[in-house]
T-cell receptor, first 111, second 113 residues
Framework: EDQVTQSPEALRLQEGESSSLNCSYT??????LFWYRQDPGKGPEFLFT???AGEEKEKERLKATLTKKESFLHITAPKPEDSATYLC????????????FGSGTQLTVLP | DVKVTQSSRYLVKRTGEKVFLECVQD?????MFWYRQDPGLGLRLIYF???????EKGDIPEGYSVSREKKERFSLILESASTNQTSMYLC????????????FGPGTRLTVL
């Protein structure tokens, strides 16, 4: 069965304390992996797409990487405004359009 | 920028009422999706559409129907609302030709009393 697992479920960091969020997947064929940010009461906001192992994408304090079994979202020197839930999703080779989402990591950055 | 709008941010309905949730996107995307999001259950796909008048069931279609009469508009219909349909409803759209990122609307918080 295709699965997407995110860890940890929740993470509390001090401002400036770098860390990583994990998204591991056990799927039969990966066509793409997506990272989203979601603020409370709002829709997910698209961050990155990764298509192949070894690929990396960066945006401000965020950097996403992909291996054959997992993806990491690295947060460097986070600020309180980075507090949000971060979701990853996979596009499977057998699906033309549907994404399978993980349950998310709730990040809190304390000032 | 892609813009996906939803007709209401908050909605309160009574059990048994018919409920319409509307979604409009302005990027000429072929694909549109309806999800519901509940604490502890994550995002679950209800229905999606890959073309006008075309629809496919997602993981939890029971109790819902959809309509796509125009490319930019995708409606979710609750024929007879029930309390277990109280949830956050999210609409998304995506293009084709390798551009698979889904762009989400702001969500509709539906409460069924």
């Amino acid at each position: 069965e295709d699965q997407v697992t995110q860890s940890p479920e929740a993470l509390r960091l001090q401002e400036g304390e770098s860390s990583s969020l994990n998204c591991s997947y056990t799927v039969s064929g990966l066509r793409g992996l997506f990272w989203y940010r979601q603020d409370p009461g709002k829709g997910p906001e698209f961050l990155f797409t990764l298509y192949s192992a070894g690929e990396e994408k960066e945006k401000e304090r965020l950097k996403a990487t992909l291996t054959k079994k997992e993806s990491f979202l690295h947060i460097t020197a986070p600020k309180p405004e980075d507090s949000a839930t971060y979701l990853c999703a996979v596009l499977l080779s057998g699906s033309a359009r549907q994404l399978t989402f993980g349950s998310g990591t709730q990040l809190t950055v304390l000032p | 920028d892609v813009k996906v709008t939803q007709s209401s941010r908050y909605l309160v309905k009574r059990t048994g009422e018919k409920v319409f949730l509307e979604c409009v996107q302005d990027m000429d995307h072929e694909n549109m999706f309806w999800y519901r999001q509940d604490p502890g259950l994550g995002l679950r796909l209800i229905y999606f559409s890959y073309d006008v008048k075309m629809k496919e069931k997602g993981d939890i279609p029971e109790g819902y129907s959809v309509s796509r009469e125009k490319k930019e508009r995708f409606s979710l219909i609750l024929e007879s609302a029930s309390t277990n349909q109280t949830s956050m409803y999210l609409c998304a759209s995506s293009g084709s030709g390798g551009y698979n990122e889904q762009f989400f609307g702001p969500g509709t918080r539906l409460t069924v009393l």
